[in-house]
């Protein structure tokens, strides 16, 4: 079993976090700042320690140099504000193996612990003896193929969507805001294709410096530039004969614009400081909550390489627009989060669901399941109550207008008519959508005179 240090000052988020790898089977310790962590450096030998690269005490760069003097062989990884990624950058120089950047899902680090583990385990280490290039493993990323599919309208479009443009080989741009669930989509199009059994790599870009961007996609060679103490896999090769999801494309800068449009039109590209090409097959799924038309007219991304990657496009409907998907998310949510955190909260109050209804979530599907996990840690009853809401939720009822009995009959008859609109006639589904019965909107159809 692996042994895993957590250096957070943050002791919500350092117990989740912990919580989190236990059941990964990792053996897990923690320590609050770093003077707490230096004793527990010294007196045992960890795997890996994952840090903040800012505590209350040091930094995480003044204790990576702790831990590499204590032991080399322990893998260190940053954990990272986007503010601070330059901090991050100079760590990975000074012989951290990664960085990863808050907020990140359980997913994305649990990757990134593996490939670190990966490369330090005694067989890759008596391999990388052997060879004259050594890679850190890359795990293809985990998808979670029990997520909800939606029975909204707008959910079914979606998903015919993605069944349609699947098993083709044609690159997909996916446009939706942020927290829609674009990466979802993305998996979900990469489960249902050919290459549904090769790897699916996600990739944020515009969490990788400027620096570091042609590493990241393309790989390198040992020395090649200060920094560079082993051989790296880049994103291209590793999802070799799978899928490259780049999320947030709109992120890249001008010069990663011309070498990702020459890898994608050649198929082949070559690690920083290698003369040597390596010939790769993946396909290309891009999103974007930007409108990237806007940017190519602007001159800030390329026309050539939009539409290269927008040979069919898939917008993804923002969660106000999918409501009737709301509980089916919620409970899907709520599983999960039961899973995550070990507790067992059967449901949700009728106050906690009528209050979900009421609120406008701006922060979609993102914001739905961070609500869901928030009130379930702090859920003390087999009930998730009003009281753990934050209160902008609690209370959405005070501005919102989306139910009748705090409106006047001019606000119900605009409600009324807006929701008909958009189930295009079908009065059980508005009804659905208004969250009354067919008969409460049968007598206000009637009220208003309004006639279908």
């Known amino acids: ?66 831990i590499l003097r204590n032991n080399t062989k322990t893998q260190v990884i940053i954990m990272t504000g986007y503010a601070e990624i330059d901090m991050a950058v100079n760590a990975i120089k000074q012989g951290a193996f990664d960085y990863v950047s808050k907020p990140f899902n359980p997913d994305k680090i649990l990757d990134t612990i593996e490939k670190a583990l990966s490369f330090t385990s005694p067989s890759e280490k008596e391999n990388n003896e052997k060879r004259v290039h050594a890679s850190p493993a890359i795990t293809p990323k985990k998808t979670n193929d029990s997520f909800v599919r939606g029975v909204s309208d707008a959910s079914k479009k979606l998903n015919e969507y993605v069944a349609l443009v699947a098993p083709t080989r044609m690159s997909v741009l996916v446009i939706g805001d942020s927290g829609t669930g674009k990466e979802y989509v993305a998996s979900s199009i990469h489960k249902a294709s050919k290459r549904a059994d090769k790897p699916f790599i996600a990739v944020d870009c515009g969490a990788i410096p400027k620096e570091l961007a042609s590493s990241e996609f393309f790989g390198h060679i040992k020395g090649s530039f200060t920094g560079a103490v082993n051989d790296k896999v880049g994103h291209f090769e590793a999802a070799n004969g799978g899928t490259l999801f780049l999320d947030e494309i709109g992120n890249l ?10 890898a994608l039109q050649e198929r082949k590209i070559k690690p920083v400081g290698s003369n040597k090409e390596i010939e790769v097959d993946i396909r290309v799924i891009v999103a974007t ?71 406008t979530w701006p922060g979609n599907l993102r914001e739905l399941k961070n609500i869901v996990k928030r009130s379930v840690l702090l859920s003390q009853n087999d009930m998730i109550v009003l009281d753990v809401l934050p209160n902008d939720i609690a209370y959405a009822s005070h501005n919102t207008k989306q139910t009748y009995g705090l409106f006047k009959n001019q606000n119900e008859q605009e409600l009324i008519l807006d929701a008909l609109e958009k189930a295009n006639g079908n009065k059980a589904k508005a009804a659905r959508m208004l969250s009354i019965d067919r008969k409460t909107l049968y007598n206000k159809l009637k009220q208003y005179d309004i006639s279908l």
């Open 253 to 262: 800068n001008y010069e990663l614009q011309v070498q990702l449009l020459r």
């Open 1 to 66: 079993m692996s042994k895993i240090l957590i250096v957070e000052d943050d002791v919500a988020f350092c117990t989740m976090l912990k919580t989190f790898l236990q059941k990964k089977d990792y053996e897990v310790s923690t320590a609050y700042s770093g003077n707490e962590a230096i004793p527990k450096i010294k007196q045992e030998v960890f795997d890996l320690v994952l840090t903040d690269v800012r505590l209350p005490d040091n930094d995480g760069i003044a204790l990576l140099d702790e």
């Open 289 to 359: 909550n930007e409108d990237l038309s806007n940017a190519v007219k602007e001159g800030e991304f390329r026309e050539d390489l939009y539409h290269r990657l927008n040979e069919f496009s898939i917008k993804v409907p923002p969660f106000k627009d999918r409501i009737e998907d709301l509980m089916l998310f919620a409970n899907h949510f709520l599983e999960e989060s039961n899973t995550d955190l070990e507790k067992n909260v059967v449901g949700f109050t009728d106050e906690v669901l009528e209050a979900f209804k009421k609120y």
